[in-house]
């Protein structure tokens, strides 16, 4: 069974730093682009960031640099490194996986859901 598990979430303060991981079970990871969305109380699901099977990386310009993502193939992980992080960044965080070609541009299709994690930053 293909699964995506989300870790990693959890209170912070502003300015504080997370490191969310998307474990990835049942199928091979190389062959499929992750992409990071989140969702925040009242507004819709959004792409924030998109790592490719060549490792070429997209983000939303609203990050002003303060994510990275990265991913090991072997461990079957894919890490969103938060840092500065402002309460508008409080959302459930989901990692995605897809994969189409042009995965990381559009951010759809996307072929499998993690359930998502919390994240609140709040002093």
Known sequence: QRRLVELGGGLVQPGGSLRLSCEASGFILDYYNIAWFRQAPGKEREPISCISTDETRD?????????????D?????????????EPEDTAVYFCAAGGGLYYCSSYRPTDLWGQGTQVTVSS
């Open 59 to 71: 983000y939303a310009a609203s990050l002003k640099g303060r994510f990275t993502i990265s991913r």
């Open 73 to 85: 193939n072997e461990k079957s992980v894919v890490y969103l490194e938060m840092k500065q992080l």
